[in-house]
């Protein structure tokens, strides 16, 4: 009987065998259940969605890590999809970075991406972000690495030098990072693909991820053209979460408008369909089979 993977055995076999991988955002368990029926091979756990979603907070750096692990928890228990969480800048130094990372693995997340923002930390597509030295970030992969209690969990290194600094500098401290211990690297707000291809070049062509979020500073380039220039993950953070929130909205306006709902019903899922994800009916009939089985005792 071949021995079961763990989470981070899964991510890896699937970034084996599909490049570049697709990493889907799903900032709450129906939505990773949702992404991981229709074919996804791995989700996405942004520090952003769980700031705005979870708390209704703006994405600067103010939750927790234990905010974010409760909502890996929820992920996780309700799907076998890999999961990539955002863990920021790991909350703190080398030894919060390290109980970060064994948390993430307790709570079956199956790799992080670590950012060399300072603590006070800023979208990656906004203005006026600040970044660590290199000797600090290369401390803090080190760190993260040495921390892993499952040797398949993989650990991604962010690095917002490319707009602070230019692409010869993130090209460099991406390399250092690697070299210290990080299984991939996530090169963000990067502007063309020859930007991407010049990224995968100088990192001899490892593990590159591409961040296409919508309204930011990097065009909406497609999966083929990434895979063409290096990228062997490319990831949509918050595509759903945007979509739903403006659904969402669309809903409450027409409701508070109209005084009912009925010009927005065929907008919404069905109450089979929201059932089927949940597999609602093979509950039910397992509740039906107990009652049945209490009355015939």
């Known amino acids: 009987?071949?021995?079961?993977?763990?989470?981070?055995?899964r991510f890896r076999k699937a970034l084996a065998e599909t490049q570049p991988l697709q990493i889907v955002g799903t900032t709450n368990a129906y939505h990773a259940m949702m992404a991981e029926r229709v074919g996804h091979q791995a989700i996405y756990l942004s520090g952003g969605g769980v700031a705005n979603h979870s708390y209704g907070l703006p994405d600067l750096g103010m939750t927790s890590m234990n905010d974010v692990v409760a909502d890996v928890a929820r992920i996780t228990s309700a799907v076998e999809t890999p999961l990539?969480?955002?863990?920021?800048?790991?909350?703190g130094g080398a030894f919060n970075i390290a109980r970060t990372v064994k948390e993430m693995i307790k709570a079956g997340a199956a790799a992080v991406h670590l950012e060399d923002q300072v603590a006070q930390k800023r979208c990656g597509h906004r203005p006026n972000k600040e970044i660590v030295s290199?000797?600090?970030?290369?401390?803090?992969?080190?760190?993260?690495?040495?921390?892993?209690t499952d040797d398949d969990f993989f650990i991604i290194a962010r690095t917002d030098a490319f707009q602070m600094e230019g692409l010869n500098a993130a090209v460099d401290r991406a390399q250092a990072c690697l070299e210290a211990g990080a299984d991939g690297i996530f090169a963000e707000a990067v502007h063309t693909l020859e930007d991407y291809k010049a990224f995968s070049d100088g990192i001899n062509g490892g593990h590159l991820l591409?961040?296409?979020?919508?309204?930011?500073?990097?065009?909406?380039?497609?999966?083929?053209?990434?895979?063409?220039?290096?990228?062997?993950?490319?990831?949509?953070?918050?595509?759903?979460?945007r979509a739903a929130n403006k659904a969402a909205l669309n809903v409450y306006e027409h409701i508070l408008k109209d005084g009912d709902q009925k010009a927005v019903v065929d907008t919404m899922q069905t109450r089979m369909e929201l059932y089927d994800f949940l597999n609602y009916h093979d509950f039910e009939q397992k509740l039906d089979a107990l009652f049945a089985e209490g009355k015939n005792k």
């Open 134 to 148: 290199l000797a600090e970030m290369v401390d803090r992969v080190k760190a993260a690495a040495d921390a892993k």
């Open 84 to 91: 990539l969480v955002d863990i920021d800048t790991g909350w």
């Open 210 to 241: 591409a961040n296409i979020t919508e309204f930011g500073a990097t065009p909406l380039f497609n999966k083929a053209e990434l895979a063409e220039n290096g990228a062997t993950m490319v990831l949509y953070p918050l595509s759903a979460f």
């Open 1 to 9: 009987m071949a021995e079961k993977l763990t989470a981070g055995g």
